[in-house]
């Protein structure tokens, strides 16, 4: 069985092509990159629409099939920016239209957490789920996706890109800032968890403040990273304490973040517990995984045929 997944949840338009084994056989992409700031999601989307016939054809030449080929279409149907992810869904009706296959509709935060499960042969997981809208503390069991913790205000990846706008990095800013934070110098800077859920606006506040006090760049890197990644570190370490599991599954594209990994990892090691890691090329978002979270929500019956975009879909309502 082969499944053509669509990603277009936010500036990345990704095909991906995988089989029902899991193998990879194309992940295409291309994204939008703004002139100035983060995302404009109508330019995102006309960024989308510009790219997708040939993100299709060069994924099938990767793949080497033709579309006829393809069993299944899954699409990312939420959660996103709407004029995005309603360009992504246009798209998948015209391919199911014209190759009379089943369309699937697939959570986009799923997907990240499906694929990571997938690479890694690991079951029901704790997740710590960051990307740039999302930062989730997540319990998988027994099929269900239980939220122990979140953010309160924005996601740790949207927080990097306005810390990288601050500092005059072009979006996005993750690498950047991490290689900055490398030549960095400890500051202090707020220190935000309240229970499991975490908080990350204060501390931008604070970085704009030490950036027009003089505060080098360098040192503002190091510390926001240390700190945010604290923060992180703590209420998944909380997670394990109370849910008595031993592997953490970090999902999302700041997870490609090594220090973030280095500390994870620490923790992990001090309670006996292991952490597990999305390959680069899988860590951000993309089409492949879309596709297989197409494949287990086509076994089990479920998101088939959707009439509509859910912008807001949360994990936990799967």
Not at 17 to 46: Q, R
């Amino acid at each position: 069985m082969l499944c053509l997944g669509i990603e277009c949840t936010a500036h990345t338009f990704g095909i991906g092509i995988v089989t029902d084994k899991g193998e990879i056989l194309a992940n295409e992409f291309s994204s939008y990159e703004p002139k100035k700031g983060g995302i404009i999601p109508n330019e995102a989307a006309e960024h989308h629409r510009k790219v997708k016939e040939d993100v299709l054809k060069s994924a099938l030449k990767k793949a080497g099939i033709e579309l006829d080929n393809i069993d299944l279409i899954a699409v990312a149907i939420g959660p996103g920016l709407p004029p995005c992810l309603l360009e992504g869904f246009k798209f998948a009706l015209e391919l199911k239209k014209k190759t009379k296959k089943p369309l699937i509709g697939v959570n986009h935060c799923q997907a990240h957490i499906e694929i990571g499960k997938l690479m890694n042969k690991i079951e029901e997981p704790i997740i710590l789920y960051c990307s740039g809208a999302n930062t989730q503390i997540i319990d998988n069991r027994e099929g269900k996706y239980y939220i122990l913790g979140e953010t309160e205000d924005i996601g740790i990846g949207n927080a990097i890109d306005k810390l990288g706008r601050l500092l005059d990095i072009p979006f996005p800013a993750g690498e950047k800032i991490e290689e900055l934070a490398k030549k960095g110098s400890w500051i202090p800077l707020p220190y935000s968890v309240k229970g499991m859920d975490v908080c990350f606006s204060g501390i931008l506040a604070e970085c704009r403040r030490k950036l027009k006090s003089g505060i080098k760049k360098e040192d503002i890197c190091f510390s926001f990273q240390e700190v945010a990644f604290s923060m992180l570190c703590e209420v998944v370490e909380r997670a394990l304490a109370f849910s008595e599991k031993d592997k953490v599954l970090i999902v999302g594209g700041v997870g490609a973040n090594q220090r973030l990994k280095e500390m994870i990892e620490i923790m992990c090691n001090e309670r006996g517990a292991r952490a597990f890691y999305v390959p680069k090329e899988l860590v951000r978002d993309n089409g492949a995984m879309i596709a297989w979270n197409g494949i287990l929500n086509y076994m089990q019956k479920k998101f088939l045929e959707p009439e509509d975009i859910n912008p807001n879909w949360r994990v936990d309502e799967i």
